[in-house]
């Protein structure tokens, strides 16, 4: 029995580790991993974190989006579904990311809105 455990969970990890390098392989043959790229570094400018805070009983990130357009992103938290978010164009404002039982975000993702 622990034979057939173990044989099923090297199988899986060795599919599983194959499979994400298959991922990559597809993601640099593709033509338009380019512009995603190029869209992605423009909206990297735009977004900015001011400041990590508490406010009560909630983590707080202080952003400052500072294109003349929506632009969405993650904040990304340690071992969590990272929460996606949005601001409007030029504007500086607050986001509830978690509790203060959440471990603090170590950064900011941009994505597509």
């Given at each position: ?19 994400g390098?298959g ?11 380019p512009?995603?790229s190029?869209?992605s570094s ?6 900015t974190?001011?400041?990590?805070y ?6 707080m ?32 404002e ?9 471990t ?5 993702k941009?994505?597509?809105?």
């Amino acid at each position: 029995m622990r034979r057939t455990v173990a044989l099923a969970t090297v199988a899986t990890a060795l599919a599983g580790s194959l499979a994400g390098f298959g991922g990559q392989a597809m993601a640099v043959s593709n033509g338009t991993a380019p512009r995603v790229s190029q869209a992605s570094s423009q909206a990297a400018g735009c977004v900015t974190v001011v400041r990590w805070y508490n406010k009560r009983f909630n983590r707080m990130v202080e952003v400052k989006n500072s294109c003349a357009r929506t632009a969405c992103f993650s904040v990304t938290v340690a071992a969590r579904r990272d929460p996606d978010l949005s601001i409007g164009k030029n504007k500086k404002e607050s986001f509830a990311y978690g509790g203060v039982a959440w471990t603090k975000g170590s950064g900011i993702k941009n994505k597509a809105c």
